[in-house]
């Protein structure tokens, strides 16, 4: 019923910079909370960074100053400007958001596939 898609991984330098977008498309009467999280090899998936729908913002700590989480209602896209990349921060970085279906007026949670980021020292 709905598809979150990102796009914009790939492998940059640590200093460098990458800019993440996930889009929601299907049966989607509104999208609520939206968020970034990601999983490094071994590692348990983390929150980065999330949005509501009016704009409140909320940051895991090892990114706060470094990356910038954004959102377009009108096109249901979600946006993660990534710079001073670290090796650390290499992981997958997937895209989450509460949807409300039109088929069901009922919110659920939906992922995507997720997107591959690597920072090389």
């Known amino acids: 019923q709905v598809q979150l898609v990102e796009s914009g991984g790939g492998l940059v330098q640590a200093g460098g910079s990458l800019r993440l977008s996930c889009t929601a498309s299907?049966?989607?009467?509104?999208?609520?909370?939206m968020g970034w999280y990601r999983q490094a090899p071994g590692k348990q998936r983390e929150l980065v960074a999330t949005i509501t729908r009016g704009g409140t913002i909320n940051y895991a700590d090892s990114v706060k100053g470094r990356f910038t989480i954004s959102r377009d209602n009108a096109r249901n896209t979600m946006y993660l400007q990534m710079n001073s990349l670290k090796p650390e921060d290499t992981a997958v970085y997937y895209c989450?958001?509460?949807?409300?279906?039109?088929?069901?007026?009922?919110?659920?949670?939906?992922w995507g596939q997720g997107t591959q980021v690597t920072v090389s020292s």
């Open positions: 989450h958001a509460h949807v409300v279906v039109t088929t069901t007026g009922i919110q659920s949670d939906y």
């Open positions: 299907g049966s989607i009467f509104s999208i609520n909370g």
